[in-house]
């Protein structure tokens, strides 16, 4: 590699993580991210350090999502905090979200959806193609459509 190529590269470098920090509400800094990676504001999306993206992962952030420190998501996950009224009439008119929180130290699997109003603890592994629609402890296993917990994860 030439030093024209590294210049080029570091100075690309630096244009990406400027675009991630004005993307994210807080976390661009330090988040790794392989593209495409789509969202709906971005500012809604509070980043811990070192948070891993892998590529097609969707984040719709119309309510806050808080992501903990070194948590890796797989390809194609997506984030969701929207929610619709089961009345069809309102659906026509209304749309409404609930905050999602993820802990620490999470690493979740290819193609899972985590849907509005979920918390996942810190130090759990979510499983690929997972559906998490409730709340998931700490320090687990969890998989499966709808997610339920496995078992315990011990380091």
């Not at 988040?31 to 891993?52: A, E």
């Not at 709340?135 to 078992?151: K, Q, S, T, Y």
């Amino acid at each position: 590699m030439s030093c024209v190529e590294r210049h080029e590269r570091e100075s690309e470098q630096s244009e990406i993580r400027r675009i991630l920090e004005a993307l994210f509400g807080t976390g661009g800094d330090t988040v790794w991210m392989q593209p495409p990676f789509y969202c709906d504001y971005g500012s809604n999306i509070h980043l811990g350090t070192r948070v891993f993206f892998n590529f097609n992962c969707t984040v719709l952030d119309v309510c806050e999502v808080h992501i903990g420190d070194h948590t890796l998501f797989g390809p194609g996950v997506q984030i969701l905090t929207p929610l619709h009224p089961f009345n069809a009439d309102l659906r026509r008119t209304q749309e409404y979200g609930k905050p999602i929180e993820i802990g620490a130290d999470v690493w979740v699997g290819g193609g899972a959806l985590i849907l509005a109003g979920v918390r996942i603890g810190s130090r759990t592994i979510i499983g690929a193609g997972s559906v998490v629609t409730r709340d998931v402890p700490e320090g687990v296993l969890a998989a499966g459509n709808p997610c339920r917990v496995i078992r315990d994860v011990s380091d």
